[in-house]
């Protein structure tokens, strides 16, 4: 059983099950291992079964959680029941990591509080990506040692970090996937997508709520940065129903050019990019495209993350190279004045470009050799019961 919340991991969870499916032993099986759960489209198309999209309703921060508190608790009782009728050998808990943190315990407490009946079934719990305990509330750093039965982390610092605060934990670091989706087109991309007018690829985010904060915003730094000369404005948004949500918007900027997936073709002819922290920075990084980081919350979300926030950074490729490669602003920071002169500075200056760069090679090359997806399936397969 996979549990992806995301369209991030979605697309991570189809790439596991590819890769199991793939794998020596599964194919030497009599009867190959069925594969269901909640997730996604493209875990559909790589053969799960689904039992919920879970992508669709995909939140974050916990202004945004209470508000779909019944909900939610509506497909976590369901899935549970699924569990308990299908018994799966394996759960992969991909990311998501509020609703997979409560999953896993809840299964943990269900199959501890009946251990010693007969016929025992006793899953073995996977949780592919770290939450990032790490840069708030380690202490549940605990729980998952008591919980999980398998991390696979996707960053290098995370293991030795395990090691520190959950030593009980089994880590093991299998690189990021980005590397394989783009390390045998990079080349390629960057020669189709070659331009001589400077490209700003702005990047509000996948959720709602990102767009609703972030786009406003951008549009104001884009107008901005139109009258300071020529320069080609793109947008990209991951689903069409982003697309719509934010046209009201965007239509306003007539010069901006709004396209739906592709990410990777306008990375590699992006000259400087805005975008939301999160995933999509260490995408930014691996095509070596100099970064301005922006997050804006609710504010009740970020004055209780301002309490208990333990990291020095938010764009993930600062935190890889301890020090801030990608301007960042947060919250009250985020103004259009601030970000203009942040994206012009990289604009203007190509030898500021290059340095940029050239540190995010090195964040890029921390990230892994290809092949994390067929590292996780293998550190999965060793706990099957066969």
């Known amino acids: 059983m996979l549990v992806a919340g995301e369209a991030s991991g979605d697309l991570l969870a189809a790439e ?14 009599p009867f190959p291992p069925e594969f269901f759960g909640a997730g996604g489209p493209r875990m ?15 939140v974050i921060g916990l202004s945004d959680s209470l508000k779909k508190y019944w909900q939610f608790k509506r497909i976590f009782d369901g899935l549970f029941r699924l569990v308990l009728e299908r018994q799966p050998d394996i759960i992969i808990c991909v990311d998501f990591s509020g609703f ?63 090691a520190r605060h959950a030593p009980g934990l089994r880590v093991e670091f299998v690189g990021h996937p980005i590397v394989d989706r783009y390390a045998s087109c990079l080349d390629e991309l960057r020669a189709k997508s070659a331009s001589v007018t400077p490209v700003l690829l702005l990047l509000p985010g996948s959720r709602d709520s990102e767009l609703k904060r972030h786009l406003p915003v951008m549009l ?56 939301s922290t999160g995933t999509v920075t260490v995408e930014c990084a691996y095509f070596g495209v100099p ?36 301007p960042e602003f ?9 970000i203009t002169r942040a994206a012009l500075e990289l604009l203007d200056h190509p030898e500021r470009r290059s340095a940029v760069k050239t540190r995010l090679a090195q964040v890029a090359k921390s990230l892994g050799k290809p092949g994390a997806s067929q590292r996780a399936a293998r550190a999965i397969l060793q706990l099957l019961p066969i």
Do not use: C
Request: glycine share 4%.
């Open 291 to 326: 970064t301005v980081a922006i997050y804006k919350a609710a504010w009740s979300d970020y004055l209780v993350a301002r309490q208990i926030v333990r990291v020095k950074y938010l764009a993930m490729p600062n935190l890889l190279a301890g020090d801030e490669i990608y």
């Open 16 to 29: 596991l099950v590819k890769a199991l499916k793939q794998s020596p032993e599964i194919r030497a099986m």
């Open 44 to 58: 559909v198309e790589a053969g799960v079964e689904p039992a919920v999209n879970l992508t669709q309703y995909s």
């Open 100 to 162: 997979n943190r409560r999953f896993a315990h809840a299964m943990k407490r269900h199959i501890r509080a009946r251990r010693g009946t007969f016929l025992n079934w006793d899953p073995r719990i996977v949780q592919y990506v770290s939450p990032q305990v790490w840069a708030s509330r380690p202490s549940r750093a605990q729980q998952l040692e008591r919980d999980v039965d398998l991390l696979l982390s996707i960053f290098p610092f995370e293991k030795e970090w395990y």
């Open 330 to 338: 947060i919250q009250h920071q985020a103004t259009p004045d601030n």
């Open 220 to 275: 104001a730094v884009a107008r901005r940065i139109q009258k300071q000369g020529s320069v080609f404005l793109r947008m990209v948004l991951p689903t069409e129903r982003l697309a719509e949500l934010g046209k009201p918007k965007t239509t306003s900027l007539p010069r901006l050019h709004v396209q739906v997936g592709n990410l990777a073709e306008s990375l590699a002819g992006a000259t400087v990019a805005i975008a």
